[in-house]
Structures are given as structure tokens and as C-alpha cells.
């Protein structure tokens, strides 16, 4: 029915993140910034009229259930109300680590909406999209509202923040952190004080998940432990539930010169932040 077209899904950082309090429904209260960086997965979809929503491949370690492409893409078609006609083949090249705090499967269910809200003509605003996203999860509606953010409720709440150009080194630990393990842990702070977008800085930011990430995958502490020894940080934590951590330069160069010493059995990348989502008109 229609060609191929490819669409970027960006990764995301939490350059902090504050548990404030636990909602009677389970779900906790946040603080966080979210940050896009220059590091993303790519989807293809092909459009077709044959009813059929698929991957035509699949990704090693994402069960069926896990899918929030298919997902995103099946729970569309349904809220929409468009004809069960409407199908898609999707490909996706995976380069976000799946369970490392950086969004990948939330950034690619929003992806996936976005780009088929278009492509299937169904044409719903932003607003509606991201009240959507909320349902496959709480880090999805960020990714639709394209714009780096102060972040409040269970980070659906946003507000714009204009950031400054920075460089990160970005390490890759190869464990997985389970996300919600890690918020029904006992150990977990779950009443720090919240702060003010307008009195926001690195300095009063962490990461409330880092101690009980680090207990349960003790790589995670060693590797933090290192880049925090390295000069020229601007901010060094865990991004979301882990295991991925960053380091924030103000240059490309000095990003590059510590990531040329990372030792034997360390791995990541070094990307830039991005001052919006690739997507944001589209």
C-alpha cells in the first residue's frame, strides 16, 4: 500500500531524578529533567490494508509482551477507531540498550505513534498522542512532546526547559536493571524534598534509584565510581532505573579525552544532547 519510511527514536537522559512520595495506585511521585541525546534506535514502517500489525524482525531479549510497537501501534488503530484494515510492517534497528534508563522502549512506542498517527491520516494533535503514550507508559509522553523538560506527577507533568549545549560520555554496563524492582525496593528514598523548575541546577540533582541499583548490580556503583574521578564533570549519575550512567562536558573535546582513558571491560559512547526530539514538527 505504501513505502517504506524511516523515523528516528531518540534516547533520554535523567540528569536527576527525586522520588517524592508514592501514589495510592502505586505509582510514584518524580522530579526529573529529561535530556534527548544524539543516540537513537530507527523504525521502518510499511503501510499496508491487510489488518496485520507486525515486526518482520525480531529483537533479541524483547518478548512479544515487551513490544511497545506493536503495542503503541494496536492500541492507535483501536482509540482511533479507523478500520481494522489498517496494517503495518515494522523493522527496527535497536541501538539503545534495553534496560539501561535511556527511554529506548518508551522511545520507540512514541515514535511508532507518531509516525503512523500520519501515515495511517489519522491526524490526532500532540495533546492527544501523548494522553495515549501515557498508557503504554510513563516515559512515553515526553518523547512526543519533543522538547527537552522539567518533569513532575510520574513524568507526564512537563514543562519546556532550553538547555545548554553539553557533550556526554554515556556507559553501557552489560546487566539490565528491572525498573520496577527497583521502585518496590524497601531501600528506596521516597521523600525528597521537591525543588522549583526556576531554582533548578546540577548541583541539587541525583538520582534517588542510584543506591538501590548499585546494590543490586554492583558494576553499576564501580563504573560510577570512576567517571566521578574524572575531570572536568559537569554531572555524573544513573539515568532512570539504570543500569546506564553519564558524565556531562561542556565539550566534545574534554568528553572524548576522558572517554579515550575508560579502562579495560568499560564500554559507552560519546554523543551530544539535543536541543529538541528529531520529530517535533513532524
Known sequence: MGNMKVFPAPA???????????????????????????????????????GVISHVN???????????CIRAAKLLREQSGRETSLGVKIHLHKKIPLGGGLGGGSSDAATTLIALNRLWAINWPKERLMKLGLELGADVPIFIYGYNAFAEGVGEKL???????????????????????VFA???????????????????????????VAMRMQPVIAEWLNWLKK?????????????????????????????????????????????AEHPLLDF
Open 58 to 68: 525480531q529483537i533479541v531479549g524483547l518478548t512479544e509482551a515487551d513490544d511497545l
Open 230 to 274: 574524572q575531570p572536568d564533570t559537569i554531572n555524573v549519575a544513573m539515568s532512570g532505573a539504570g543500569a546506564c550512567m553519564f558524565a556531562e562536558f561542556t565539550s566534545e573535546s574534554a568528553a572524548q579525552k576522558v572517554f579515550e582513558q575508560l579502562p579495560d571491560g568499560m564500554r559507552g559512547f560519546v554523543t551530544s544532547g539535543l
Open 12 to 50: 533520554k537522559l535523567n540528569l536527576f531524578l527525586h522520588v517524592l512520595g508514592r501514589r495510592e495506585d502505586g505509582y510514584h511521585l518524580l522530579q526529573t529533567v529529561f535530556r534527548f541525546i544524539d543516540y537513537a534506535d530507527q523504525l521502518s514502517f510499511t503501510v499496508t490494508n491487510d
Open 185 to 211: 525496593s524497601k531501600e528506596l528514598t521516597r521523600n525528597t524534598i521537591p525543588i522549583k523548575m526556576a531554582n533548578f541546577s546540577m548541583a541539587q540533582g541525583h538520582n534517588d534509584l542510584e543506591p
Open 159 to 181: 514543562q519546556k526547559m532550553d538547555l545548554s549545549p553539553a557533550w556526554y560520555i554515556v556507559l553501557t554496563p552489560p546487566v539490565q536493571v528491572h525498573t520496577a524492582a
